[in-house]
């Protein structure tokens, strides 16, 4: 493998494509299917081999915690797909968000991060980053004049998910890299929800991108991974040094799984926003749902916006169940196709109730400020037969 996994795919192919074939090292077996090279460490044909390389003055494989040849793959694969320069693969989506931060931050920074966040998320922004002296400044992600107000010199970077989980809160990710541009700050987004094949917030001036490849990228609810994207200089400069001594690293067998999930990554979320989208429309118009939020509905509040940003109103779903948490217990446990589990981006339909599983440690207040309501569930809609799922919902809603 003389390339070093790093080919570069000719330019001009478009993302099926390169979903498909991007990044593709093949080994001198000559493999249809990318190769999986469980291997922790490689050796040198002689001592000054392993000297050059140490030195930087020869590109090869040193250990796999720095890089590995299907890592390498999955890593190049997914920049293509993203638009992004480079990419780094990290073992889960928190060690992707965790070092998409702390590798820019010091004691004394600023951050600004946008309120509705992934639970563990919130927990790095309000816990974590003060306990090392960040200072962190919440904002309502929609409102812009809170981003305004918020970004001032020392301000390193904004945080933001669009959609967010669970709320599905959008976020003008051009205004605010716009606003954050413009006092010096650098915008990182967790596209987790949408992906790639969605939605792309580079193309809107994001400058960091991060996934948990665990959803819909794996797509199939077998392996954790994650990644952070960006320009060459700060992943050379910043991320790699933070990523290569503290080691989060992916494992070559998890990036093969995840590599092989972006050839259908295309497809399968397509088919997930078909099946969500009549899904969201048949709650939207239920007696016992007394609220649906769905990109993709014109009831959203940013529908207009997500439709900008997101070429279709994604997997989730979030709606509220009348009776509070008894009605939402009594729906979540009368499902006989979508299985109960705090996971999403599965094949397999998944719902939750966020009140009491991923937002539990949110204290109810601030929950509620959120919008997370003791009869909120967030459903992930899965690749079965749609009507399978409807009729599945509607028998459960039945026993409300
Ligand atoms: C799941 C999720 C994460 C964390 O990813 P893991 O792979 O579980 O570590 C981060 N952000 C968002 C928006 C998520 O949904």
Redesign the pocket.
Known sequence: MADNGRRKSPKGWRRRTLAVRGGQARSNFGETSEALFLTSGYVYAQAEDAEARFKGEDDGFIYSRFSNPTVGMFEERIALMEGAERAMATA????A?NASLMCQLKAGDHVVSARA??G??RYIVDDILPRFGVKVTLVDGPDLDQWRKAARPGTVCGFL?SPS?PMLEVIDVKAVAGILHEAGAKLVV?N??TTPALQRPMEFGADVVVY????HIDGQGRT???AVLAGHAFIENTLKPYLRHTGPSLSPFNAWVLLKGLETLDLRVSQHCANAQKIAEALARHGKVTRTLYPGLASHPQHALAMKQMDAGGGMITFDIAGAKAGAFRFLNALKIVDISNN?GDSKSLITHPATTTHQRIDVKEREALGIHAGTVRLSAGLEDVDDLLDDIHQALAKV
């Open positions: 889960t989506g928190m060690a968000v966040l992934f563990s998320c998910e989980n967790d987790a929800f948990s490849a665990t959803k954790l991974g994650g999403l």
